[in-house]
């Protein structure tokens, strides 16, 4: 990262609401990209934020800052013996730079301070450079698959295999 754009990782406070729903649009175009479905996330994808935060809470949620502007936030949900990162978005402009590294490490940090046996994380399975992320920080142990009949019959992808089973994605 360069030097003269330091990363300040904090708590979320009301004044990152908007800049935060924007993040969050950013993440849901993507998906309608990848999946080729622009009805995720419904006319008003920013407004699932709101939903977001409301559910896990503000004291989850945390932010990186650079020159005064939101770059990057990174939600944590809270479980007895789990903590699921939800979601980690950082700016498009702002990726490959270290800002998801430094919010893996706040995350770590937060579930060994909440004695958490794991930390896990649900990308989409179209996701790569997000499944690539997550693995190359450590995230190789498969927790659950999540399986479901398209009754649309839409056109899936090939290629992912799981314990000699060919599955789309």
């Not at 980690?88 to 919010?103: M, P, T």
Request: aromatic residues 8%; charged residues 30%; glycine residues 10%.
């Amino acid at each position: 990262m360069d030097e003269s754009e330091p990363v300040n990782y904090r708590k979320f406070s009301d004044n990152d609401l908007g800049s935060c729903r924007k993040l969050w649009e950013q993440l849901t175009i993507a998906h309608r990209a990848i999946y080729d479905n622009p009805s995720i996330g419904g006319p008003d994808p920013g407004k699932f934020f709101d939903e977001h935060l409301e559910k896990i809470g503000t004291e989850n949620i945390w932010i990186a800052e650079m020159n005064g502007q939101v770059k990057g936030l990174m939600g944590l949900e809270i479980g007895e013996e789990e903590i699921t990162i939800e979601p980690l978005v950082i700016a498009q402009s702002q990726r490959g730079k270290g800002i998801g590294r430094g919010f893996m490490e706040i995350a770590i940090q937060e579930a060994k301070n909440r004695n958490a046996t794991f930390l896990s994380v649900k990308p989409v399975a179209r996701n790569l450079s997000a499944l690539r992320f997550f693995s190359m920080n450590g995230m190789t142990t498969v927790g659950h698959v999540e399986l479901f009949m398209d009754l649309k019959n839409r056109e899936w992808k090939d290629g992912l295999r799981l314990h000699d089973m060919d599955l789309k994605y």
